[in-house]
Structures are given as C-alpha cells and as structure tokens.
C-alpha cells in the first residue's frame, strides 16, 4: 500500500482507575481529541482503536491486538494516541512496540501531550523514562491494592469475587454467602461418591453420564459471573474439576483466604501457597458438607486407591496395612484365578524381602467377611447395649485419660517450677556479674544456657497444655462413632462407604500355625475411637452368643 493510503489509528485506552481521575480522561474526551488534531495536522483515513475498561499492565486487549495485527500486514501508517500512558504502563512493553515493532513496520507514532513523535528523534529521546514513570503508577497502585487485600483477607473477609460453586452472594450482604440448594445437591453427591470409594475421573464420568451441568454452564445460565470460557459440551466434567471440588475446605462453612499468591503484578499466573500460611476463619457460612465426611474424603485421596495390573481393586486398597512394620498391605490379583484367589501382601516383604518383614498373606474374601462380621456383632450390641457400650468405652477412656493427665500434669508441674528456679538463677547470676564475683564471659555462657533451657520449657509447656485440651475434645469422639454406627441397624454387605465410615484402618497380623491350623489376627482401627479394648470385645461376643441361644 502507499503511505498515504494507509490508515491512520486513533488509539484510546481507559481503565477504571483512569475513570477517577476524572472527565478529560474519559473514552469520549480522547476520541474528541484524537479527531481534533488528526484533522489539525492533515491525517487522513482515520480509524479509532478502542478498549474501554482494560488495564495498562495488560497488552492482550482486544483493540490493541486488532490494530498491531493491522500493522504487522503493513496497514496502517501512523499511530497516534493521547500520551504514553495511554499505550500502557509497563516499559519493557511499551518500548518493544514505540522502538521496534512500530519502526520496523514504517509506522509513524505519536503520543501528543507527551511531546513524542518518532518523526522528530530529538522528542524521542525521554521516551524511555516516560515509560518507566508511568509503570511506576502501576507497581505503586499494585502495592496499593495487595496491601488491601492483606488486610481484607485477614479480617475474614471473603478474597474470591465469585463464590465457589454451591454458593450464591447474599442479596442483601454481598459478603455473605448462602446455599445455592440446586447446586449444593451436586456437591453433596460428588463428596458421597467419592466416600462410595469412587474417585475424581469416575465421578467425573458419572456426572456427565447423567447431564449434570459442569459449573462453569451452570453458573453462566444463572446469570453469573464466569472464570473461563463456556465448554462446547456443557455436561463435560473432568477429573480435575471433581478433584478441586473434594479439595475445598469452604464447603465445611470456612473462610479460607490466601491460598494463592502471584509473583508481580506483571505476571499472571497463580503459584499455590502451602497450607501452613492459609487463613482459615472457621463457620462464616452454612456449611454444604459436614467437617467429617469432608475429612474422611481427605483421609481417602491421601490413600489413593491404585487398581492392579488387572484392572481390579478392592474396598481395602489403602486401608490394610501390616501389624508389624506398619506399612500398607498390596492387593494382588491375576486375571489366571478365581476372584477368591485374591490377596494382600505385605509392601516392605514385596520390597525388601521376607527377612526385613513377612508376607502376612491374607485373601481378600476372608479379609472382608471378617470385618463385616466385626462389623455386624459390633453395631448389633451398640443396637442393644449403647449405654453400657458408651458406659465402658468411656471408663476405659477415662481410666486412660486419669492416668495420661495426671502424667502430663506433673511433667507440667515439673517444668514450672524449674521455670521459676531458672529465674531465681539468672537474678543471681546477673548480681554476681554486676559485683564482679563472675566476670563477663561466664555470665554470657551460663545466662545463654540458662535461657535457651527456658525456651525448650517454654514450648514442652505449650505442647502438654495442648495435648490435655486435645484430650478433652475426644470425649464427644464416642457420641459420634455411636451416632454413625446408627445408621446401619441392619448391615449386610460391607460397601466402601460403610467401610471408609466406621474404620479407620484394619492391620493385618502374620499368621500363627503353632498350634497346628493357621491362625490369623485382624486389629480393626474404628472411626473416631480408634481400638476397643479385649474386655469390650469379649462382652460383645457374650452378648452376641447370649442373644443367639435365646
């Protein structure tokens, strides 16, 4: 094209932190001026370029990629704009398009109230500092506003603008959030399959088996406010999207705040925080799932269950571990075999060696009649007997807990007093010093000593204050397993639900064949009880034997 048929680009740009500086700033004004001095100068063939509402730090905005695409095709011939600002605020940036893109495409450009125009290389020669000046504004308004947001986020307020999905913004608090009940219905049952033994990929495809929404679809028809862009298939769920769902701590009805950061405000994408530095305000909202299943679905995608090489897996993949090394059991299998064949071994025996530690062989079928019928007898003599059964797991726990307390007591006792003596020592050790009986250095050694045998006082006295408030909450631990185990009156298959529910984890023993028949130990870990004691056992198995001959 001939230079004088190209276009000449108005460029406008306005950010809403530009819109508070005023009207002369405003899309309108800078057309109004743009117009004005093109028709001043003699520039024909104008064309406005505009992004309304995008920031400078930004240079993926619609217009602007428009009208350097023009560019690059050789175009347009002049670019003119209100100043440098106007271009954008980060002078790395800046600098490439006004320095390289725009000369290399005989491109004439002018900022006007910043006096440049690449026509003139004397008005050019402060473009540089310029630019550093006006992403100067951008850094400071970045500081500005992380400094905000610290503080918002650590008053408990919410730092996400869009609730996660299950969540509605209250109509009258924005800051609020209450429960979108359709929505919540799917949460709900993504958690209950995942408790079903079920994880993200298979949830995933049952979701969209059934045309169940992805959220992104679900909030986009209800008028809301999306991240990302609309899938072509609406019920597309995938693994990940699952995964983030079972992974959410707001769903148990908590603010969580500061679980990402960005490195600069230039750079946009988010690196993860580690759970330590997150801020968790506890019951802002209705909870959607209960903080136990939320935790027992943790519990279960630390323990990731990996099928065997067959495809196969088993309710016990990640439950069964051995009674003696204390590492998880294998499941093992063989498309060769009968299903009944299948088996647990050892890992450290499958790793290092029978020497280091034994198979301790167990079929599965056995593994799992087993503690179904622990599992039956148990809940049957809770069904008769709760309050005896509450009556003797809490003797039990009270009889450990005198014996526990009164340990940790005296261990407290103990480093109180030996606080208060480091006291009384370092006053005389600092007498001493200052009447010239100790001369310095061993004054430094000794109160050096001295205070670092505080610190490690200071911390074993903060470590039993919470181990004995600890105990004290695991009392209402028996009124919960008690609360479960009532909802399985009359248990007669052992589903991984009930399962991941009621235990914990089950360890295997090796087997004992001395007295001429293989003998095998199963301890069960109960959920939020952990072991019962053999007394209870054995009154359970009187009970269960009582109720059968009567």
């Given at each position: ?159 996400t603008t869009i609730p ?70 609406p019920y597309n769920w ?15 009805g908590h603010t969580v ?294």
């Amino acid at each position: 094209m001939k230079q004088s048929d190209k276009i000449t680009a108005l460029y406008c740009r306005l950010s809403r932190d530009d819109e508070s500086q005023g009207d002369s700033n405003s899309i309108v004004n800078q057309k109004a001026y743009l117009s004005r001095y093109a028709k001043e100068h003699s520039f024909r063939n104008t064309e406005f370029f505009v992004d309304d509402g995008y920031t400078g730090a930004n240079f993926q905005r619609p217009d602007w990629q428009r009208m350097i695409a023009l560019v690059e095709e050789g175009k347009i011939g002049t670019v003119i704009t209100k100043d440098m600002s106007r271009i954008g605020r980060n002078y790395l940036e800046v600098g490439m398009y006004t320095e390289i893109t725009f000369p290399q495409n005989n491109v004439r450009f002018i900022a006007i109230n910043s006096g440049v125009d690449s026509a003139n290389q004397q008005d050019n020669e402060f473009v540089p500092f310029v630019n550093i000046i006006n992403e100067y504004y951008v850094r400071d308004g970045s500081k500005k506003v992380r400094t905000s947001l610290r503080l918002k986020g650590e008053s408990g307020e919410h730092l996400t603008t869009i609730p996660p999905y299950g969540y509605v913004k209250d109509p009258d608090n924005s800051e609020h959030w209450l429960v979108d009940p359709e929505a919540a219905q799917v949460v709900k049952r993504i958690f209950s399959l995942c408790m079903d033994g079920n994880g993200p990929t298979q949830i995933a495809r049952m979701l969209k088996e059934d045309h169940v929404l992805t959220p992104t679809v679900y909030q986009d028809r209800q008028k809301r406010k999306v991240r990302c862009a609309l899938p072509d298939n609406p019920y597309n769920w995938n693994g990940s999207t699952v995964a983030a769902i079972l992974e959410r701590m707001e769903y148990c009805g908590h603010t969580v705040n500061f679980k990402t950061h960005r490195q600069s405000y230039k750079i946009k994408k988010t690196i993860e925080n580690p759970p330590e530095q997150w801020k968790i305000f506890r019951n802002t909202h209705e909870a959607i799932v209960d903080e136990d299943t939320f935790q027992r679905v943790q519990e279960l995608r630390r323990n990731k269950r990996r099928p065997a090489r067959t495809g196969k897996s088993n309710l016990f993949s990640g439950v069964a571990y051995c009674a003696d090394c204390g590492e998880k059991m294998y499941y093992c299998t063989s498309r060769n075999f009968e299903e009944r064949q299948d088996h647990f071994v050892c890992s450290t025996s499958r790793k290092k060696g029978k020497d280091v530690c034994g198979t301790h062989f167990i079929r599965a079928v056995v593994l799992e009649k087993g503690v179904l019928k622990f599992l039956q007898i148990l809940l049957w003599y809770i069904s008769d007997c709760e309050d005896l059964f509450r009556d003797k797991l809490g003797a039990k726990r009270k009889e450990d807990f005198k014996k526990e307390l009164a340990a940790k007591r005296r261990q407290l006792t103990q480093a109180q007093r030996r606080m208060e003596e480091l006291d009384r020592l370092f006053k005389r050790l600092y007498e001493d010093n200052i009447s010239g009986k100790i001369n310095d250095s061993r004054f430094e050694k000794l109160s050096a000593d001295y205070e670092n045998e505080q610190t490690e006082l200071t911390e074993k006295m903060q470590l039993l204050e919470q181990e004995i408030a600890q105990q004290e909450e695991e009392a209402d631990s028996i009124e919960q397993f008690i609360l479960r185990a009532k909802k399985y009156p009359n248990l007669q298959e052992l589903t991984p639900a009930v399962l991941h529910d009621l235990v914990n984890r089950v360890y295997v023993s090796a087997p004992d064949k001395s007295s001429g028949q293989r003998v095998q130990d199963v301890h069960i870990s109960l959920a939020c009880i952990g072991f019962l004691s053999e007394s209870i056992i054995a009154e359970m198995l009187t009970h269960t034997s009582k109720s059968r001959t009567a």
